[in-house]
């Protein structure tokens, strides 16, 4: 009998934010997310046929590093 001391490796699953999540962590507004979003000015995943949002906190992060600050 052979015992697996070592649970399978399962991938790592992004952290998915809303947009609310996302505003508040930015120090903006829900909407200035949305109209960001409309502008293609900040990383988003939006599921093919579906009018939903959502951020991967590692893009975001990596994305507020790489911008100009204003």
């Known amino acids: 009998m052979s015992t ?12 998915l934010l809303k947009v609310p999540e996302v505003a508040e962590m930015l120090g903006v507004k829900p ?3 949305y109209e960001m979003v409309a502008q293609e000015r900040i990383p988003y995943r939006k599921p093919p046929g579906s009018s939903i949002l959502r ?3 590692e893009e975001i992060l990596a994305w507020t590093k790489g911008r100009d600050p204003k």
Do not use: E, K
């Not at 697996?4 to 952290?15: D, E, F, K, V």
């Open 4 to 15: 697996n001391l070592y649970p399978p490796a399962s991938p790592i699953r992004p952290q």
């Open 55 to 57: 951020f991967d906190l």
């Open 31 to 33: 909407r200035t997310i």
